[in-house]
């Protein structure tokens, strides 16, 4: 397959070579392999401001904006994590309109720009990337550009950032495609929204990551937007140890059992009140809760932010527990869980983080935040689109459409 180049990206990975020296730095000296959090930010959160970010509880590190990782006019979309098993040095793996950006944030405010792998084809405002035994997995929804698989080893070794790279493989069982979902316990990859099975899930099997294996599909409940899939160990008997995926439909919540790859079955759906556009959720730790965000309740209904919250202790039989509505009437996009806290990408409001501790008696309550786009917390498509809040040494990336890659921590 031919591997189409924006020009504008050759000439700034060119020119930011010089910029990734002189803004960016290049050491990651300082960097503790405890996890603590002695390197000092570059913008602490000081009477409720980081650099001008509206900010409580969380310092900006460092930012890094769109135009350096993506080129002139660049837009910014998800984003993911990398831990090198090796070194334990972490990368964040960024999406924009025209390329997949990788940034060393072991210093996070020091953070290198490495380079960038460009669209297998065209620009897309959708890219989406996931990993898997140490290789990345991008898509988009650019036409005919299928999987690209990326080996994050080779970040290792950068001599002269930032490079321009190529795929390591190319999967192209399906063209364009809006996200992709990996269950790293089983090594299969979903990518959903696709132009195949009516946009529902596309089963991939990459255990031999640069060698993916078309492996069936499922078309019975149509597009599907986002999903995660698990390999269960909740509370319901019935299904522990087999391969659930948990898809956010637009229409509706569904839960199928995908271990017979030939034979996919739906458990249940789900729908709820004020229902706009059912968009990704996300288990608790203990498999009893899943959070969904809704991206258009607040635009067709005038809510603030909600989170709708499903009591999934009976996957027969999945229920309505709560919602939580955030202080602004920011879109929710989306949100992540580690431990008792829950991390969302809350568009123009930024980073928000929620605690989760007290969900059994319907309790949430906002901690902190980071608000990334600095005009207004308007019910817009601007802002923060990605979180990824998994890093052992407590950096958290988020990717913002307007302004780029915003590595943060909470604040000591």
């Known amino acids: 397959m031919t591997v189409f180049v924006p020009k504008r990206c050759f000439f700034q990975a060119i020119a930011c070579t010089f910029l990734s020296i002189l803004i960016l730095g290049c050491s990651n000296d300082d960097n503790n392999s405890d996890g603590s959090n002695t390197i000092l930010p570059q913008f602490p959160c000081e009477n409720g401001f980081a650099n001008g970010h509206p900010c409580n509880g969380f310092d900006l590190m460092s930012h890094i904006p769109n135009d350096i990782l993506g080129g002139e006019g660049a837009e910014g979309n998800d984003s993911w994590g990398w831990t090198d098993p090796e070194t334990g040095n972490e990368y964040a793996l960024v999406g924009t309109t025209t390329c997949a950006a990788f940034v060393d944030i072991t210093d996070p405010s020091n953070p290198i720009f490495l380079g960038t792998l460009p669209t297998a084809t065209v620009n897309s405002l959708w890219r989406d990337i996931k990993v898997y035994n140490n290789h990345a997995f991008i898509v988009s929804e650019a036409p005919d550009h299928g999987m690209q698989v990326f080996d994050l080893t080779r970040l290792r070794n950068v001599a002269n950032p930032p490079e321009i790279f190529t795929a390591d493989a190319n999967y192209n069982e399906f063209g364009k495609a809006h996200n992709i979902v990996i269950n790293e316990d089983s090594g299969f990859a979903y990518a959903v929204g696709s132009d195949t099975f009516n946009g529902g899930p596309h089963f991939i099997n990459i255990q031999n990551p640069t060698s993916p294996v078309a492996a069936g599909g499922y078309a019975d409940d149509a597009y599907s937007h986002d999903a995660q899939v698990v390999t269960y160990n909740g509370p319901d008997a019935d299904y522990v140890g087999r391969e659930i995926l948990i898809g956010s439909n637009a229409n509706e919540v569904v839960i199928i059992d995908v271990t017979d790859k030939a034979n996919p079955v739906q458990i249940s759906t789900i729908d709820y009140g004020?229902?706009?556009?059912?968009?990704?959720?996300?288990?608790?730790?203990?498999?009893?809760?899943?959070?969904?965000?809704?991206?258009?309740?607040?635009?067709?209904?005038?809510?603030?932010?909600?989170?709708?919250?499903?009591?999934?202790?009976?996957?027969?039989?999945?229920?309505?527990?709560?919602?939580?509505?955030?202080?602004?009437?920011?879109?929710?996009?989306?949100?992540?869980?580690?431990?008792?806290?829950?991390?969302?990408?809350?568009y123009s409001a930024g980073l928000r983080a929620i605690d989760i501790s007290s969900l059994d008696e319907g309790v949430m309550i906002e901690t902190g935040f980071l608000d990334t786009y600095i005009p207004n917390d308007n019910t817009a498509f601007n802002g923060a689109w990605n979180i990824y809040p998994f890093f052992e040494s407590g950096n958290i990336i988020v990717s913002d459409i307007d302004g780029g890659l915003f590595i943060v921590r909470p604040s000591n």
């Not at 899943?290 to 909600?306: K, Q, Y």
């Not at 999934?312 to 919602?323: A, C, G, K, T, V």
């Open 274 to 346: 004020n229902l706009g556009y059912a968009h990704q959720g996300w288990f608790t730790d203990d498999m009893v809760y899943f959070l969904l965000g809704d991206e258009l309740d607040e635009i067709n209904f005038g809510t603030n932010s909600r989170t709708i919250v499903f009591d999934f202790s009976d996957l027969d039989n999945p229920i309505y527990h709560m919602e939580y509505l955030a202080p602004t009437s920011a879109i929710d996009h989306n949100g992540y869980v580690v431990g008792n806290m829950f991390y969302v990408a809350n």
